[in-house]
């Protein structure tokens, strides 16, 4: 994307996380990654009498470029812990997702927005105040049902017991202190219960593996009892499935994590066709996709911090908060989290 086009989204990104005079926004990266990003982002801050500058960490050490979960290269420089705490607003734009460092940052106040995805992707999924107030009707709806039913033609029928963990909203922006969002998002979701998540997941061709970033081939059935998948069948996908998370040698792997749904009618399920080398959050984003996600609930509040962490969007689920049926095979049932112009 043209530099100068760059620059102008990343003001409207600003405007809208309420940036102005008298704030300080840092930005956060890495080696050589996104130094384009760093430089719209310090342009933007600037047009709206923000202070501002760009905090650029080393390298990761491994050569392999994958994201190793809950490590933000923030572990042991404190005195940069420290500065990213002294600010309004960061920019995130190396994941510091799953992080100590990023939760001791928010506490501090700051609110985190990050931006990792590509910049033709980021401008079309420009966030709204339109899509804001339909994402938040969700949550409030989320936060208030004491279970969750997900069902699917293909034999999906699992119930997770709510009410322990938080329940979280992404729209995209953030203008709230100590607040985290990503751009581009537009989802809610919770944790079940460590104990409370019981049935048979049955994962159908179209579905996605993130981080595999790739779309399920082979049906995958996964046996989910008291919080924790117990026996994962199938064919190629099951197997590359179970394989990865044995590799960390951590029974935490198992766990269920968080669940919830997308409410973007502008993502595309066959974003990752198009843009394959982003974190798939138009993936799980997409209008009417069921989420869950295996590992990690650190980021609820929960104790499961295992580095062995997966999102899986599903297609033509539905989903039932205490018996209401809120996503019928892939649709919104309710009008207020439906798109305007469709109610």
């Known amino acids: 994307m043209d530099q100068n086009l760059f620059n102008d989204i990343c003001l409207q990104q ?35 009498g923000a202070a501002t500058f760009h905090l650029r960490l080393p390298p990761p050490a491994s050569a392999s470029g994958a994201w190793a979960v809950g490590d933000s290269g923030l572990g042991n420089i404190p005195l940069a812990v ?44 420009m966030p709204t105040t339109e899509l804001r107030e339909r994402v938040e009707y969700g949550a409030d709806l989320l936060a208030k049902a004491q279970t969750m039913r997900i069902t699917s033609p293909a034999g999906t029928d699992v119930t997770y017991r709510l009410g322990v963990y938080p329940t979280m909203s ?20 919770t944790g079940g219960a460590d104990d409370g998540v019981d049935g048979q997941i049955v994962l159908s061709p179209g579905d996605v593996l ?21 026996d994962i069948r199938g064919g190629l996908d099951a197997e590359l499935l179970s394989s990865y998370i044995t ?21 595309h399920w066959h974003g990752l066709t198009q843009f394959p080398g982003g974190m798939g959050m138009e993936l799980r984003s997409f209008y009417g996709n069921v989420m869950f996600s295996i590992g990690p609930n650190n980021e609820l509040g929960g104790p499961n911090d295992t580095p062995c962490h997966f999102d899986i969007p599903m297609r033509g689920n539905s989903l039932y908060l ?14 207020e989290m439906k798109p305007v112009a469709t109610r």
């Open 14 to 48: 600003l405007r809208l996380s309420g940036v102005h005079e008298g704030e300080t926004v840092a930005v956060l990266t890495r080696g050589a990654e996104r130094g384009e990003y760093a430089d719209a982002f310090l342009w933007a801050a600037q047009q709206l």
């Open 322 to 335: 205490d018996d209401e049926l809120v996503v019928d095979q892939g649709e919104l049932t309710i009008p």
């Open 82 to 125: 420290e500065a990213l705490k002294s600010v309004d607003m960061l920019v995130d734009c190396t994941f510091l997702l799953f992080s100590p460092e990023q939760f001791a940052i928010q506490d501090a106040g700051t609110r985190i927005l990050t931006a990792v995805e590509p910049p033709e992707l980021l401008a079309r999924l």
């Open 170 to 189: 992404e729209y995209g922006y953030t203008d709230t202190p100590g607040r985290w969002d990503h751009w581009p998002a537009a989802f809610v979701f």
């Open 210 to 230: 993130l981080p595999f970033n790739t779309y399920v081939q082979t049906p995958v059935t996964l046996t989910i009892e008291q919080g924790f998948i117990r």
């Open 247 to 267: 590799s960390f040698d951590d029974p935490r792997g198992y766990g269920m994590s968080h669940v919830g749904w997308g409410l973007d009618e502008r993502a």
